[in-house]
């Protein structure tokens, strides 16, 4: 069974090219060399009469333009920058010290790649998150370079991959967690950023490990509920919090009640039938319970008049 070859990913190679100051002094030497040979070949032809020598005056011209095409070979590289070279279609490296090189004049001009970080914003998308809500969410995307051999021959635009694969993998996060409201222990969009910001780095690396993308890292910037339902939403909110606040007050009310009466029983204070315990425990609740100050009213009388 054969291999298809062209289905494998590529692998980056890092060479190092000559220096660019050295080679800049063979040029300027080998383009000194072609001048005066034409520029003496001239001389001797006006000044002493000789016969033209075309060899040397060719000579001389064939090294002024070696001497040109060798200078087009220079190139500079800032830190954290790479050259690709490419040679009629074939890679051959890739350059990824910085400073001043040469490399072959006929290496493809056109091939230097950034190995800085980028931070990559999606725009606000609306999608269902797990319980079918709409919701918009937005995203950052710290990445950078890793291969350049694969950035620049595994995909046809490495920034422009980036670009769809982000917010395809924020698409899919959103419908994989409920926006809040989770079941127990269930982490969701709201409430569990670390967790949902570690499950997007790791599925957008598996994403763009194909064009030689490192992701640093990756988080939620927008989420909230869509413009249609957000009102409705946001009521839903307001009440969930106001039984949970009511539960909160009704539990800690009948846990006071409950002490007071074991107080009053265990000290001998007064000696309640089921009938005074009951209106004991009524007022109780309702002092403890109720939102606004509550004014006490004196009973003169008993409970049965």
């Known amino acids: 069974m054969q291999t298809d070859l062209a289905n494998l990913p590529s692998q980056e190679l890092q060479v190092r090219v000559p220096n660019g100051w050295i080679m800049l002094f063979v040029?300027?030497?080998v383009l000194a060399l072609g001048i005066w040979l034409v520029v003496s070949t001239i001389l001797a032809v006006e000044k002493l009469g000789q016969p033209f020598p075309v060899v040397r005056f060719v000579g001389g011209l064939l090294l002024i333009g070696f001497a040109v095409l060798l200078f087009i070979g220079h190139f500079t590289l800032q830190p954290n920058q790479a050259r690709v070279l490419i040679l009629?279609?074939?890679?051959?490296?890739?350059?990824?010290?910085?400073?001043?090189?040469?490399?072959?004049?006929f290496y493809s001009r056109g091939s230097?790649?950034?190995?800085?970080?980028?931070n990559f914003n999606t725009d606000k998308l609306k999608v269902n998150?797990?319980?079918?809500?709409?919701?918009?969410?937005?995203a950052v995307?710290?990445?950078?370079?890793?291969?350049t051999a694969q950035a620049c021959f595994d995909v046809e635009d490495y920034e422009q991959y980036v670009s769809v694969q982000s917010e395809s993998a924020v698409r899919h996060l959103a419908s994989s967690y409920a926006y809040d409201q989770g079941e127990e222990n269930e982490f969701t969009l709201r409430s569990?950023?670390?967790?949902?910001?570690?499950?997007?780095?790791?599925?957008?690396?598996?994403?763009?490990?194909?064009?030689?993308?490192?992701?640093?890292?990756?988080?939620?910037t927008h989420l909230a509920y869509a413009p249609e339902i957000a009102q409705a939403m946001l009521r839903r909110q307001q009440a969930e919090a106001v039984i949970a606040a009511r539960q909160k007050i009704v539990h800690g009310a009948v846990s006071m009640v409950e002490m007071a009466l074991q107080e009053l029983?265990?000290?001998?204070?007064?000696?309640l039938d089921e009938e005074r315990r009951a209106a004991m425990v009524s007022n109780l609740l309702v002092v403890l319970c109720a939102e606004s100050e509550v004014t006490p009213v004196v009973n003169?009388?008993?409970?049965y008049t």
Request: hydrophobic share 40%; no cysteine.
């Open 265 to 271: 029983s265990d000290k001998g204070v007064v000696k």
């Open 141 to 147: 995307v710290v990445w950078r370079v890793k291969d």
């Open 27 to 29: 040029n300027l030497a």
């Open 300 to 303: 003169t009388g008993t409970l």
């Open 192 to 220: 569990s950023a670390d967790e949902v910001a570690g499950t997007l780095k790791t599925e957008l690396q598996a994403r763009l490990a194909k064009a030689g993308v490192m992701v640093e890292e990756s988080r939620i």
């Open 112 to 118: 230097r790649v950034s190995l800085r970080a980028h």
């Open 129 to 138: 998150d797990k319980r079918g809500n709409p919701i918009e969410i937005a």
């Open 88 to 105: 009629f279609g074939a890679y051959k490296g890739t350059e990824r010290t910085s400073g001043f090189h040469w490399a072959n004049p």
